[in-house]
């Protein structure tokens, strides 16, 4: 099972940017999809952005697209997720998840690996 730790996270300004990180370990993230997901205090565990496992094709939540950009890179065995624009409602705790061979589902039950988390905090 392939371990992910998330990094980047922080306290920005409403229009500042923060990119996150997942590093994995254990074995080799190119093999596997990549999704973040995000939960805001009082709300459930929601999709944020994926990115299928040749790296090939990404998705977007609405709320984040256009804004929001997933990446991988393999020599380096890490995700990242850059994020600008930022709003005082992307405030949340930031994971990422691993689903071998996926396809970059928006779907939380896909992914069989999850990191602890990142908070980022954006002040109006």
């Known amino acids: 099972q392939v371990q992910l730790v998330e990094s980047g996270g922080g306290l920005v300004q409403a229009g500042g940017s923060l990119r996150l990180s997942c590093e994995a370990s254990?074995?080799?993230?190119?093999?596997?999809?990549v999704g973040w997901f995000r939960r805001a205090p009082g709300k459930e565990r929601e999709f944020v952005a994926a990115?299928?496992?040749?790296?090939?094709?990404?998705r977007y939540a609405d709320p984040v697209k256009g804004r929001f950009t997933i990446s991988r890179d393999n020599a380096k065995n890490t995700a990242y997720l850059q994020m600008n624009s930022l709003k005082p409602e992307d405030t949340a705790v930031y994971y990422c998840?691993?689903?071998?061979?996926?396809?970059?589902?928006?779907?939380?039950?896909?992914?069989?690996?999850w990191g602890q988390g990142t908070q980022a905090t954006v002040s109006a």
């Open positions: 998840a691993a689903d071998r061979y996926g396809p970059g589902s928006d779907s939380r039950e896909r992914y069989e690996s």
């Open positions: 254990g074995v080799t993230l190119v093999t596997y999809a």
């Open positions: 990115i299928n496992w040749p790296g090939t094709s990404t």
